[in-house]
């Protein structure tokens, strides 16, 4: 059974930075597909970042710019390195693997780590 915890996240200013990191443990393959997606209160939840075995990236037009993702296909562990916070990324942040499974994948997802951004 696969486990993914997420760590990093906490209390920042607006302006400031932080990074979450996110480890799927306890298979024998390579994860695929891993990211991260948040919720805010009274919100949908949305995808923040992804990126593919290969180190195909995808942002939400939110982040662009601010936010980087990077993994270690090793570890199977996915990072998120947030800049330029701002209020509106409150958020409870998600981390997610995709794990090989027959012709598909298998989804699991973390706890979720709190980022709260203020003055």
């Known amino acids: 059974q696969v486990q993914v915890v997420e760590s990093g996240g906490g209390l920042v200013q607006p302006g400031g930075s932080l990074r979450l990191s996110c480890a799927a443990s306890?298979?024998?393959?390579?994860?695929?597909?891993m990211g991260w997606y948040r919720q805010a209160p009274g919100k949908e939840r949305e995808l923040v970042a992804r990126?593919?075995?290969?180190?195909?990236?995808d942002y939400a037009d939110s982040v662009k710019g601010r936010f980087t993702i990077s993994r270690d296909n090793a570890k199977n562990t996915v990072y998120l390195l947030m800049n330029s916070l701002k209020l509106e990324d409150t958020a409870v942040y998600y981390c997610?693997?995709?794990?090989?499974?027959?012709?598909?994948?298998?989804?699991?997802w973390g706890q979720g780590t709190q980022v709260t951004v203020s003055s």
């Open positions: 990126i593919i075995s290969g180190g195909s990236t």
């Open positions: 306890g298979s024998g393959f390579s994860m695929n597909d």
């Open positions: 997610y693997a995709e794990e090989p499974y027959k012709l598909g994948y298998r989804e699991y």
